[in-house]
């Protein structure tokens, strides 16, 4: 059980991602998602570690396709030589 002047991390976050919801973001005005993130850190602070913790992924160099196509290859090549 919290006190009134305690807030869960719950609660905190649910608060954030209300307020966000209501902040008006013109998407055409954005260059840079991460920077966005940045600048609204003060505001949104919890929000923001995870959005960029998400948008910092690099992507990976090899697609997906190729990568699941060179282990067929792969196999199919075990199986010849069994």
């Known amino acids: ?3 009134n002047n305690t807030k869960t991390m719950k609660e905190i976050v649910t608060k954030e991602l209300l307020d966000l919801k209501r ?3 013109d998407l055409k005005e954005i ?26 992924i690099v992507g990976s160099q090899i697609g997906t396709e190729q990568i699941f196509s060179l282990a067929g290859i792969l196999t199919n090549l075990r199986r010849c030589h069994l």
């Open 1 to 3: 059980m919290t006190s």
């Open 23 to 25: 902040v008006h973001v």
């Open 31 to 56: 260059n840079n998602p991460l920077q966005w993130w940045e600048k609204h850190d003060s505001r949104f602070p919890i929000v923001a570690f995870f959005a960029r913790q998400i948008l910092g």
